[in-house]
């Protein structure tokens, strides 16, 4: 099947430090990837749209200037948090959309820890 | 907008019992319906999926049905193992052609031997 890959799969970093989390579906093009943030026991929470080629759809309450996404090419989207602070500290989980297939596939994740 | 419900956990089964977890939505049209799963520390899997009415999705012994009428997609497995203990996530995708996903919680189920 599909594979979405991200990485890193885990990350540390310091309070104020911007933090780059990269999405890349594998084996098949993406036009849409979807970048979703999972607080501890919780659901996944929709963060932004990010479309191949144009500027990210951001839900409401997400901070653009925060989380900003790129999604430069059909294989790759990045998320990178921006002065990060502990509260930011979550798993975010993309995922990507066969425009070929019309299926969507999960990445494994990436836990984030900000101190 | 789209919303699934999902009974909250957890749910602690002994090994061989059979499980459901409820799972109800809303959505305007035809949704695709999913049961992801998620094991401890780990991303989600897509456990099984139906894409209209009267489908039966079903994998690894899980099984769910695609019930219009009472918009339900229920997770049902006759014997659980200690290895399915984890988090399910019922979710849909609208027919709007947005392939935005809708989850509920997540239910955990823990599985003792």
């Known amino acids: 099947g599909a594979v979405v890959s991200q990485h890193p799969s885990r990350v540390i970093c310091k309070s104020g430090t911007s933090v780059k989390i990269e999405c890349r579906s594998l084996?098949?093009?993406?036009?849409?990837m979807f970048w979703y943030r999972q607080f501890p026991k919780q659901s996944l929470m929709l963060m932004a749209t990010?479309?191949?080629?144009?500027?990210?759809?951001?839900e409401q309450g997400v901070e653009k200037d925060k989380f900003l996404i790129n999604h430069a090419s059909l294989t790759l989207s990045t998320l990178t948090v921006t002065s990060a602070h502990p509260e930011d500290s979550s798993f975010y989980i993309c995922?990507?959309?066969?425009?070929?297939?019309?299926?969507?596939?999960f990445g494994p994740g990436t836990r984030l820890t900000v101190t | 907008g789209d919303s699934v419900t999902q009974m909250e956990g957890p749910v602690t089964l002994s090994e061989e019992a059979f499980l459901t977890i409820n799972c109800t939505y809303t959505?305007?049209?035809?949704?695709?319906l999913f049961w992801y799963v998620q094991y401890p520390g780990e991303g989600l899997q897509l456990l099984l999926k139906?894409?209209?009415?009267?489908d039966k999705g079903s994998n690894k012994g899980f099984e769910a049905t695609y019930r219009k009428e009472t918009t339900s997609f229920h997770l049902e497995k006759g014997s659980v193992q200690v290895s399915d203990s984890a988090v399910y996530f019922c979710?849909?995708?609208?027919?709007?052609?947005?392939?935005?996903?809708?989850f509920g919680i997540g239910t955990k189920l823990q599985v003792i031997p």
């Open positions: 995922s990507a959309h066969d425009r070929g297939s019309y299926e969507q596939y």
């Open positions: 084996d098949f093009q993406a036009t849409t």
């Open positions: 990010s479309n191949e080629g144009s500027k990210a759809t951001y």
């Open positions: 959505a305007t049209g035809y949704p695709s």
């Open positions: 139906a894409t209209k009415a009267d």
């Open positions: 979710a849909l995708i609208g027919s709007g052609g947005y392939q935005k996903v809708t």
